[in-house]
């Protein structure tokens, strides 16, 4: 088992990680945000009409002394995953957050935990290098449950390796709670014939499904309404905004109309599709985590957690020394996205994504290159 696969000693590793997970960390010490008032609405309107009415969600949030600005809009996610903040809605606002804020770290540091015995690191190195992966940490500084996605890779990537249809399927499965991340995940699936994990992942989806009938107060007819909302929601937040992280969005930003940027995205996942299917299982699913993010529609600065199975796959693949110079140079943009983004209105996440894309392409196309990969 390898205790730190880059150029650097195991005691800075472990000075830096900490340093970065307190500096990540700092901006949840101010208050709880608005964004954990989304979750904290939807458990408490779980299984009722309000859950995807515009008017009544609005009005629901407004008399309980929410914003009524930007974060006022029914639920976004499947009606089924309300019910998981049904018991945060029994808490205050700043209790629910402060629950969230420890399942956020927990769920991270699992997740380095399972990827570092996937790829045969250390488990107390995996735990750091998880946690000191600022887009992550800022998933629960904005009250967000970006983690669960990550924790949902990581098993899935675990039960690829153990070879468990049911680990693998049910991982996936679970993650059709956040389509657009799910999305890819299933379409390799299909595309490598994992047909016992894909039965699961059927699975799931009928739950969902049904659980999402209860959601919205027995509605069998809700998925046009959750189409609806998604559509208004990815529209307004495609190209309004300056820091988005996906290629989509950053076209959109730059003038290309948003259905051209979609179509490129998924035109460009297509093209990575038949060498994904060739490639190592545990190879074609860290790649997917990061293509997964990068080629969305829709992908906000926490969910660029989900970069770190790539990581994980390049800090035990990559040969040096390129291992450390890349996986340092992803650490140090991540740590300072912040303050570049507020200096130049441009998210330097968006550079780990795209260029990750793009040695996603070179590890899986490219020959005789200098970034050399193990298989």
């Known amino acids: 088992m390898t205790s730190v696969p880059l150029r650097i000693s195991r005691d ?11 500096l990540a960390a700092l ?5 709880y945000p608005s964004d954990w008032q989304r979750f904290w609405a939807a458990g408490a309107t779980a299984g009722t009409a309000t859950l995807l009415n515009v008017e009544q969600h609005a009005a629901f949030q407004s008399a309980h002394g929410m914003s009524t600005a930007l974060w006022v809009y029914p639920w976004a996610y499947p009606p089924v995953f309300a019910w998981a903040f049904t018991p945060a809605a029994h808490l205050p606002l700043a209790g629910g957050y402060a629950l969230n804020f420890a399942l956020t770290l927990a769920f991270v540091g699992l997740s380095g935990s399972i990827l570092a015995r996937v790829f045969g690191l250390s488990q107390g190195y995996g735990v750091i290098a998880a946690l000191a992966w600022e887009p992550a940490i800022y998933a629960a500084d904005v009250g967000q449950p970006s ?25 996936v499965g679970v993650l059709l709670l956040k389509p657009t991340i799910a999305l890819p995940f299933v379409i ?13 992942v059927a699975l799931c989806a009928a739950a969902w499904y049904v659980g999402s009938v209860a959601a919205t107060a027995g509605d069998w007819n809700w998925i046009p309404t959750y189409i609806g909302i998604v559509h208004a929601l990815y529209n307004t937040d495609l190209g309004a905004l300056y820091n988005g992280i996906t290629l989509p969005m950053i076209l959109v930003r730059l003038g290309t109309a948003p259905s051209i940027a979609l179509a490129l995205g998924a035109v460009v996942f297509v093209a990575f599709l038949p060498a994904l299917s060739r490639a190592n299982i545990l190879q074609a699913l860290s790649f997917t985590s990061i293509l997964s ?13 989900l970069a770190l199975p790539a990581l994980f796959y390049a800090m035990a693949k990559l040969a040096e020394p390129w291992r450390t110079r ?3 140079a992803a650490y140090l943009l991540a740590a300072l996205w912040m303050p570049i983004d507020a200096l130049l209105w441009f998210n ?21 290159n200098r970034l050399q990969f193990e298989h």
Do not use: D, N
């Open 293 to 305: 993010l990068a080629l969305s529609a829709h992908a906000w600065m926490y969910e660029a957690g």
């Open 12 to 22: 800075r590793v472990w000075f830096y990680g900490i340093a970065l997970l307190v």
């Open 188 to 200: 390799l699936l299909l595309v490598r014939k994992e047909w016992r994990a894909c039965g699961v």
């Open 27 to 31: 901006p949840a010490v101010l208050a």
């Open 147 to 171: 983690a669960l996605w990550l924790l949902l890779v990581s098993i899935a990537i675990a039960g690829a390796a153990r070879r468990s249809p049911l680990l693998l399927g049910g991982a």
């Open 326 to 328: 890349l996986i340092v």
């Open 348 to 368: 330097p996440l968006a550079i780990i994504t795209l260029g990750g894309t793009i040695l996603c392409g070179v590890a899986l196309y490219g020959k005789g």
